[in-house]
T-cell receptor, first 115, second 114 residues
């Protein structure tokens, strides 16, 4: 596609429910990133994919968070048993390759509110 | 590990004032440096970047120079406009373990008043 596409753009969910956030990267981009942006905070790295594999999962905040990528394209971030502190904007980004200096392109984000 | 430190906002300036947003970094490798901008209600967009020491990135009147000796990448603009009101993120990209890891600063909110 022309840009990184994320869905849903907004999600309100009840505490304890599971949510899935979807990211469709720019066509041909092999690298995919998930970040979280909480109110008043910077961007918190969650996970990185190169193709379908995730060499760096160090940023996932707990075992309630998981992510997968299939076909080297679409990625899904799943949050199980959501908590109020999970409320944030979840940003997906992609880049052409793993070479340092490659620009990463962001989607508009998925705004998650846990009530 | 890698880290980026940038001045906390908010920064409030009058239109046509000079802007500086400081950014310093620590990195284990030889990083590339970026400034991203987030306008209200929008996603992050690349503003400018520099990939090696002494490179100057520039775009839309904004400039930043990669200073390896001071590990800095300060953002400057000679004359800001109301439309520049946004949050600005400094970031570094390091090649670690065979892949690119991007680390962001906390973001600096800029408000330009007429």
């Amino acid at each position: 596609g022309a840009g990184v596409s994320q869905s849903p753009s907004n999600k309100v969910t009840e505490k304890g429910k599971d949510v899935e956030l979807r990211c469709d990267p720019i066509s041909g981009h092999t690298a995919l990133y998930w970040y979280r942006q909480s109110l008043g905070q910077g961007l918190e790295f969650l996970i990185y994919f190169q193709g379908n594999s995730a060499p760096d999962k160090s940023g996932l905040p707990s075992d309630r968070f998981s992510a997968e990528r299939t076909g080297g394209s679409v990625s899904t971030l799943t949050i199980q048993r959501t908590q109020q502190e999970d409320s944030a904007v979840y940003l997906c980004a992609s880049s052409l390759s793993t070479a340092s200096g490659n620009t990463i392109y962001f989607g508009e984000g998925s705004w998650l509110t846990v009530v | 590990g890698d880290s980026v430190t940038q001045m906390e906002g908010p920064v409030t300036l009058s239109e046509e004032a000079f802007l500086t947003i400081n950014c310093t970094y620590t990195a284990t490798g030889y990083p590339s440096l970026f400034w991203y901008v987030q306008y209200p209600g929008e996603g992050l967009q690349l503003l400018l970047k520099a990939t090696k020491a002494d490179d100057k990135g520039s775009n839309k009147g904004f400039e930043a120079t990669y200073r390896k000796e001071t590990t800095s990448f300060h953002l400057e603009k000679g004359s800001v406009q109301v439309s520049d009101s946004a949050v600005y993120f400094c970031a570094l990209s390091d090649h670690l373990g065979g892949y690119q890891k991007v680390t962001f600063g906390i973001g600096t909110k800029l408000q330009v008043i007429p």
